[in-house]
């Protein structure tokens, strides 16, 4: 068993920034790969990024490569995620997520991953 939980969502102008924090607790954290999604209003819960087990590799949606960093610390059993330069269409609810398995590749389908936050939410105002 594991649990999730996200903070640090909010509403912020364009051009802006948030951190988003990920809290884990349960099965040992660094075992597992990790990653966020979004899911905005009637669309698909999509993959933002994901990173190892160790923290020494990151994949990253071509949507948001070079806005946001994805971070772990297997110490303190945390993710974050710093998103820079939000644009509108990120808007959405974001979500953290474990992997079903001690992959040693990180995974971008949704179906990979047994563990999910409650979600927070992220507003990105014009």
């Known amino acids: 068993q594991m649990q999730l939980v996200e903070s640090g969502g909010g509403l912020v102008q364009a051009g802006g920034s948030l951190r988003l924090s990920c809290a884990a607790s349960g099965r040992t954290f660094s075992t597992y790969p990790m990653a966020w999604f979004r899911q905005a209003p009637g669309k698909e819960r999509e993959f933002v990024a994901g990173i190892s087990r160790s923290g020494g590799s990151t994949v990253y949606a071509d949507s948001v490569k070079g806005r946001f960093t994805i971070s772990r610390d297997n110490a303190k059993s945390m993710m974050s995620l710093q998103m820079n330069s939000l644009k509108p269409e990120d808007t959405a609810v974001y979500y953290c997520?474990?992997?079903?398995?001690?992959?040693?590749?990180?995974?971008?389908?949704?179906?990979?991953?047994?563990?999910w936050g409650q979600g927070t939410q992220v507003t990105v105002s014009s």
């Open positions: 997520a474990s992997d079903r398995t001690p992959s040693a590749i990180i995974r971008r389908m949704r179906s990979n991953y047994e563990y």
